[in-house]
Each structure stands twice: as C-alpha cells, then as structure tokens.
T-cell receptor, first 111, second 115 residues
Framework: QKEVEQDPGPLSVPEGAIVSLNCTYS??????FMWYRQYSRKGPELLMY????GNKEDGRFTAQVDKSSKYISLFIRDSQPSDSATYLC???????????FGPGTRLSVLP | DAMVIQNPRYQVTQFGKPVTLSCSQT?????MYWYQQKSSQAPKLLFH???????NEADTPDNFQSRRPNTSFCFLDIRSPGLGDAAMYLC??????????????FGPGTRLTVL
C-alpha cells in the first residue's frame, strides 16, 4: 500500500463549481498535513496546512482532516479557471519533515 | 525577491554523459532538497541537506550524487544518465523542519532530456 494516495484525475468542473479533492494515507506517524498547488511547468507552492483534525478555512479554500480514518480533503468554493493546476497533499512526519507527496490530482476549471 | 533559482531550465544530454544541474537560493534556508518528478507523478525525494549534513533516500540510485559547497548552492550530478532518468528535477528549500518553518519553497525545475 502506498503511503499517500490521491485520485489522479483529471477532474474537470465548470467555473463556479465546488471542488472536493481527497487524499488518504496509511502512516499513523504523520502529524499534520500540507496542500501544495503545482501549475503546469512550475514547481509546487504551499497552499494550505492543517495541524489537527477538523477544518481550516482560507478564503475559498477549506482543508479538512480526519485522522481517525486517515482521510484529508481540500474543498474549493466558487472555483476559477486560475485554480486549474495539480493539487498535491503532503503529510508531515513526527519531526516536521515533509519527504512524501501524494501523486496529485489534476484539476481543470472550465470557463 | 528572495527565491530559488534553477539552471538551466532545460538540459539535454546523451545517454551515459555526465550532467550537473544547479540550484541556488537567496532565502538563507538551512534545508535544501532535490526531487525527481516524472510526468503525472508526485515529486520523489532523492536527497536533502540540513546545512552540510547530507541525507540520501534509501532508494536513490548511486548514479545520483549531490554537493552543497555553501548555504546558497546545491548541485545534482547524474554520473551516467539513462533514458529512465529523463524527468523534471525540482530543487526546494525550507528554513528548518520544525512546525512553522518547514514550508518548502520550490524552484521552477530543470527538465532533463536524455537522448
């Protein structure tokens, strides 16, 4: 079993839709989680991070963590064409190290 | 602007011909990472430096080496590139590993083609 799994996509939605991106993990040692966004031909950039179970909101983005089921979600409200990118979940180990990325979900938001 | 710079952006080499990719940072971060990313796949960590302390991932092939002569620069050497080494190589930095300091800042990547 891979440490981190994500639906690969591509996921295509119309502009304005609510998007749900999901990530599952197997290692109970992961302490908290980051989401990175990677535009085509660019390096990833940090989008959000969550330190505990529950929800964290930042503008149109909400990150949700359920440690009991090892399930992480990223919700995007009112999606925009500029949100078209690959979204990578990144779990953080017990010493703060982030050495593993999920395979990413490619999102296309159509105008 | 403080940033992570990778040169060149595109590199073409021949099968078996050594190649070096470079990364520099103006962030003064302690940690530097090298990742390999193939099409539609996650970045895969090859190794990282915490200051001068080198840490190799267990499954990184011996063909890949790295040097960090100072805080600002880090190099990836591929001694004998094979066709399977064609990929995007991403350099990243973070201030530290502790919470609040472990955000990684990525360069734009070097796309390596092996002929």
């Amino acid at each position: 079993q891979k440490e981190v799994e994500q639906d690969p996509g591509p996921l295509s939605v119309p502009e304005g839709a609510i998007v749900s991106l999901n990530c599952t993990y197997s290692n109970s040692a992961f302490q908290y989680f980051m989401w990175y966004r990677q535009y085509s031909r660019k390096g990833p950039e940090l989008l959000m991070y969550t330190y505990s179970s529950g929800n964290k909101e930042d503008g149109r983005f909400t990150a949700q963590v359920d440690k009991s089921s090892k399930y992480i979600s990223l919700f995007i409200r009112d999606s925009q064409p500029s949100d078209s990118a690959t979204y990578l979940c990144a779990p953080i180990g017990p010493y703060g190290q982030n050495f593993v990325f999920g395979p990413g979900t490619r999102l296309s938001v159509l105008p | 602007d403080a940033m992570v710079i990778q040169n060149p952006r595109y590199q073409v080499t021949q099968f078996g011909k050594p190649v070096t990719l470079s990364c520099s940072q103006t962030l003064n971060h302690n940690v530097m990472y090298w990742y390999q990313q193939k099409s539609s796949q996650a970045p895969k960590l090859l190794f990282h430096y915490y200051d001068k302390d080198f840490n190799n991932e267990a499954d990184t092939p011996d063909n890949f080496q790295s040097r960090r002569p100072n805080t600002s620069f880090c190099f990836l050497d591929i001694r004998s590139p094979g066709l399977g080494d064609a990929a995007m190589y991403l350099c990243a930095t973070s201030r530290d590993f502790s919470r609040g300091d472990n955000e990684q800042f990525f360069g734009p990547g070097t796309r390596l083609t092996v002929l």
